[in-house]
């Protein structure tokens, strides 16, 4: 059974910084790709960032520049640095994992998800 748990959202002013966690469970952290997504209310689920098993990352272009994402494989943990965050930036943020996702899949193409951690920026 695979266990994904996100935490260190919050609310912040515009210009501030958070660093979302992502502890997974339950397999092979290494074989994973791994990938953060958000959803603001009355929108769909889009993609912020992702890593793949070989390390590789992939970014929206909204994020780019602000955010980092990076996995730590001895602690089973993936982080989201976010700088810089804009009000815009505000929503659920979900932390995903799939062994035969890509950096590139879809919400769709992972099978295991967290409950979300809330970000809040205001202006």
């Known amino acids: 059974q695979v266990h994904v748990v996100e935490s260190g959202g919050g609310s912040v002013q515009a210009g501030g910084s958070l660093r979302l966690s992502c502890i997974v469970s339950?397999?092979?952290?290494?074989?994973?790709?791994m990938a953060w997504f958000r959803q603001a209310p009355g929108k769909e689920r889009e993609a912020v960032a992702a890593v793949d098993s070989d390390g590789s990352t992939a970014y929206a272009d909204a994020v780019k520049g602000r955010f980092t994402v990076s996995r730590d494989s001895a602690k089973h943990t993936l982080f989201l640095q976010m700088n810089n965050l804009k009000p815009e930036d505000t929503a659920m943020y979900y932390c995903?994992?799939?062994?035969?996702?890509?950096?590139?899949?879809?919400?769709?193409?992972?099978?295991?998800w967290g409950q979300g951690t809330q970000v809040t920026v205001s202006s």
């Open positions: 995903a994992a799939d062994r035969r996702a890509v950096r590139d899949s879809p919400p769709s193409g992972f099978r295991y």
């Open positions: 339950g397999y092979s952290f290494s074989g994973y790709c």
